[in-house]
């Protein structure tokens, strides 16, 4: 079975940065995307990264939030500056596989204070 593991969440005062990683059983995907979701809130897509490397994020986190791969450590990166009380919620990685199927990580809480 595909297990994708999530760690990195934390948290931080405003204005700092942390990086958020997932790792998914030593292999490649069609497509790996960050999403999040808040008390109150619908799961969004934060940011997201094909194979061949590009890339797409949501309005609110241009400019402040990276996403990248390593290939050789099979993991998914997420860089967040800059952080926001409103980026407060449970991140989480999902792992497209080749064959259009999709695997979840447990969740990692991200809390930014003011």
């Known amino acids: 079975q595909v297990e994708v593991v999530e760690s990195g969440g934390g948290l931080v005062q405003a204005g700092g940065s942390l990086r958020l990683s997932c790792a998914a059983s030593g292999r490649t995907f069609s497509y790996n995307g960050w999403y999040r979701q808040a008390p109150g809130n619908l799961c969004e897509l934060v940011a997201g990264?094909?194979?061949?490397?590009?890339?797409n994020y949501a309005d609110p986190v241009k400019g402040r939030f990276t996403i990248s791969r390593d290939n050789a450590k099979n993991t998914v990166y997420l860089q967040m500056n800059s952080l926001k009380p409103e980026d407060t919620a449970v991140y989480s990685c999902?792992?497209?596989?080749?064959?259009?199927?999709?695997?979840w990580g447990q969740g990692t809480q991200v809390t930014v204070s003011s």
């Open positions: 999902k792992a497209v596989t080749f064959r259009g199927r999709s695997y």
């Open positions: 990264i094909s194979s061949d490397g590009s890339t």
